[in-house]
């Protein structure tokens, strides 16, 4: 393991220069990924967003709020912009492992979005789903299967309107699905719409 050096949290592009002259003085990052508060002298926990990330969590002092109340920058983005060069002035950061709660800055990378996603699907194999295979999918196999068994047009119970209310999609979905003999998976990845039609 390298060994641990503290720096102080970067300035943040939505704070004035007052504000960030105490959002720096308040909080040290580590290469470690971890989080320094000077104001109770211990590492601040950090907890994960929704979507996985550890971030830093400041609420700005009444007397000094102006538009907004606190920021939530993200660990990693933190330990990126103190730890890694950007000579390129790329816009992400990339864990190289894919565990978003790894924050080592040796795990970090500056990357496009381009890059990033390119990561995602050939070094951590994390392919997009579509169709059925997506979490937000409305139709599974089995309704697939059951609407092109039963599908009859114009049919009060099985036509295509019929069966996209039953299932909550767009007729269009259950009409692309009979059109393709239910090969085609792309339609059906937005519950209750369109999806990528």
């Not at 004035?16 to 508060?37: A, D, P």
């Not at 060069?85 to 790894?102: F, I, M, R, T």
């Not at 068994?149 to 979905?173: I, S």
């Amino acid at each position: 393991m390298i060994e641990e050096i503290w720096k102080s949290v970067p300035k943040h592009k939505n704070l004035n220069e007052e504000q960030n002259e105490l959002f720096t003085n308040k909080f040290m990052i580590s290469n470690h990924g971890r989080v320094w508060s000077n104001t109770n002298n211990k590492i601040k926990v950090c907890h994960p967003s929704t979507r996985g990330y550890l971030f830093l969590n400041w609420s700005i002092p009444k007397h000094l709020i102006t538009t907004q109340k606190g920021i939530c920058p993200k660990v990693h983005r933190l330990v990126a912009t103190q730890f890694i060069d950007n000579p390129d002035n790329k816009p992400e950061v990339n864990h190289k492992d894919g565990d978003k709660l790894n924050n080592l800055v040796t795990n970090l990378e500056w990357c496009t979005n381009k890059e990033n996603i390119e990561h995602s699907w050939h070094v951590l194999g994390n392919f997009p789903k579509y169709g059925c295979d997506s979490p937000y999918s409305a139709l599974t196999e089995d309704k697939v299967k059951f609407i092109l068994d039963n599908y009859t047009p114009r049919h009060k119970e099985f036509g295509a309107r019929a069966l996209a209310r039953h299932f909550g999609v767009h007729h269009k979905t259950i009409l692309k699905y009979i059109n393709d003999n239910g090969k085609e998976r792309i339609g059906i990845s937005n519950v209750g719409g369109l999806g990528h039609e």
